[in-house]
């Protein structure tokens, strides 16, 4: 099967039908609902968080496990594209977050606006990014790529900016115990999952659902200890329906924005329509599997506030760039682009048809002509 063919199937099974409610969403409050009936306390509370950054270590050392860096440096040659995308992510999101301070007290309180700054340093998705991109009928290596390489930079720039931008709130200071936490809980298994990628690379891609599972359960556990925490120590007095509110209007004014940017930008650039796809999915997007474990190691108890953010970002581009991804497969460009593709490919599989049967008919005047001969040999 071609790759025309490939991406053409991988577009009719991924085209959503409705706005997609994350399933994993809901798990996720599920835990939060969880924590606030039955948080964990005392030995319960120590094990827990023991657990937890057990569960952190783990899941940046798969990180590290399945992150090909050679399918990542196979991109290179589309430099511009991925330093837009970058530039995106780790410029123009932190300086909508830094321009959202003046937002506080109207629209949000102090911890509030924390997580919302915080939210704007995760790095890009890969899946979702790859799977809109898809759909929309992008560049799906470049968003591949992308992913890959925001993901890899995001392991060491993000824990740096939230270090500088949060100040000492939430235990984002920028100091020694800070930096050593950083490195022992997120960047070391990381690079032990790198290193060792060549012997177990086969086995974790063997048993990626299962990895998977597991990948999701530890982010659960690192919720619920969050959440926990932020329950016995009363913080969730802080946040009223009103101010919930004002925080889901806000984040819907950031996506916009950005969705705008990496449109209109890329178009600016001058990139063609398929790489200012890849541009618009990846650059507008974060990773809440990434920005769950990281806001646990540099909060604290106060990350369960610093989360509800990105969770709530989460779901909210989903459904957006859901829509969004319909619409840009329907546009003309596209279809005619698709056409073309199809024509090309039936016109090869009809001129390998016809090699293939000239083929044929030779070996079979080949094949014939000692059949005959074996008969007149007969004969006499």
Known sequence: MSTTSKWSTVRRLRRPRRLPIDP???LLLGTVGLAALLPARGTGADIASGASTAAIAFLFFLYGARLSTREAMDGVRHWRLHVTVLACTFVVFPLLGLASRGLVPVFLTDPLYQGLLFLTLVPSTIQSSIAFTSIARGNVPAAICAGSFSSLVGIVVTPLLAAALLGGAGGGGFSADSVVEIVLQLLVPFVAGQAL????GGFVARHRKVLGLVDRGSILLVVYT???EGMVQGIWHQVSPVRLAGLL??????????LLLTWYGAKTLRFGREDRIAIQFAGSKKSLAAGLPMASVLFGAQASLAVLPLMLFHQMQLMVCAVIAKRRSRDPEAIASEEAEEAEEAEGAE???GSVGAEGAEGSEGSAAPARTTVRTRRR
Do not use: C, D, N
Request: proline letters at 0%; zero cysteines; charged letters at 20%.
């Open 351 to 353: 001129k390998s048809e």
């Open 24 to 26: 994993y969403i809901l």
């Open 197 to 200: 990628r060549r012997w177990i």
């Open 249 to 258: 209007a806000v984040e819907a004014v950031l996506l916009a924005v950005m």
């Open 226 to 228: 969050a959440f926990s």
